[in-house]
C-alpha cells in the first residue's frame, strides 16, 4: 500500500454572486474599504460639526439682536445723542452688552455721523455697524488638523435722532471704527479715525445713502 501526499486546496471567499474570490482579488478590496471609512467618516465630521457651527453662529445672532435693542433704549438713545463723542457711547454699549450677553470673541463697529453740511438743520443720520468673530470647537474634524471653524455675524442699522426746527450736533463728524479682541473687557474698545463713508462696510455706506437721499428730500445718487 502506497502512501503519499493529499493536495488540499486553499479555500476561496465568496464574492457577489457566490463566485469565489481569489487571494490576490481579496487584497484589492480592502483599500475600497479603508476609502470608503474614510468618506463615511467625513460626512460625519462634517455634519456634526457644522451643526456646531450653527450653534455658535444662533448664538451670536441672538446677541447681537440684544446689543442692537440696548442701543435703541430710550434713556441710552437720549443720553447718546446728546454726548459730545456718540460714537465711542455706542460702540461701548454694543461691547458691554455683548459681553452681558455671553459672547466671548471678537467686536468690531463701524460708526458713521453725517456731516451736517449733508442734512438739513432739523435732521440728523447715524451709520453704525457691528461685526462679531469667533471660533467653534470641532470634534470629528480635528482628525483631519482642523480644531475649529471660524464663524462671523453682523447687524447694519441707520438711526435718527429725533429734533425739533435745528438738531444739535457735536462737533467732529465723520466715522470711526472701534475693535475689541477676543476675551477683551469692553472698556478696551481701541478706535481709528475713518477719512470717508466709503471705508466702512459697504451694507452701511448703502444704508447711510439712503438715509441722507430720504432726509434731504431727494433721489438718492448712484455711484459711479
Known amino acids: 500500500m502506497s502512501c503519499g501526499m493529499m493536495r488540499v486546496a486553499a479555500p476561496h471567499a465568496a464574492g457577489q454572486g457566490g463566485r469565489l474570490l481569489e487571494p490576490g482579488e481579496r487584497g484589492s478590496i480592502a483599500p475600497l474599504a479603508v476609502m470608503a471609512a474614510l468618506l463615511l467618516f467625513s460626512v460625519l465630521a462634517f455634519s456634526v460639526d457644522q451643526g456646531i457651527a450653527c450653534a455658535v453662529k ?3 445672532e441672538n446677541a447681537l439682536d440684544a446689543a442692537r435693542d440696548a442701543c435703541f433704549d430710550a434713556s441710552f438713545a437720549l443720553a447718546a445723542k446728546n454726548d459730545e463723542d456718540p460714537g465711542l457711547a455706542v460702540a461701548r454699549r454694543l461691547a458691554e452688552t455683548l459681553r452681558a450677553e455671553g459672547f466671548p470673541g471678537e467686536v468690531d463697529v463701524w460708526f458713521y455721523e453725517v456731516p451736517k ?9 447715524w451709520g453704525i455697524a457691528v461685526q462679531v468673530r469667533d471660533q467653534a470647537p470641532t470634534v470629528f474634524a480635528r482628525g483631519f488638523g482642523v480644531a475649529s471653524l471660524p464663524v462671523a455675524s453682523k447687524r447694519v442699522v441707520v438711526a435718527e435722532p429725533f429734533a425739533g ?6 462737533d467732529v463728524a465723520g466715522g470711526e471704527t472701534f475693535e475689541l479682541r477676543a476675551g477683551a473687557e469692553a472698556s478696551a474698545l481701541a478706535r481709528a479715525r475713518l477719512a470717508r463713508l466709503d471705508e466702512c462696510p459697504i451694507e ?4 447711510v445713502r439712503a438715509a441722507v437721499a430720504a432726509a434731504s428730500g431727494a433721489p438718492e445718487k448712484e455711484e459711479p
Open 58 to 60: 444662533t448664538g451670536q
Open 117 to 125: 453740511e449733508d442734512l438739513p438743520a432739523s435732521r440728523r443720520v
Open 165 to 170: 426746527s435745528e438738531v444739535w450736533r457735536p
Open 204 to 207: 452701511l455706506e448703502r444704508e
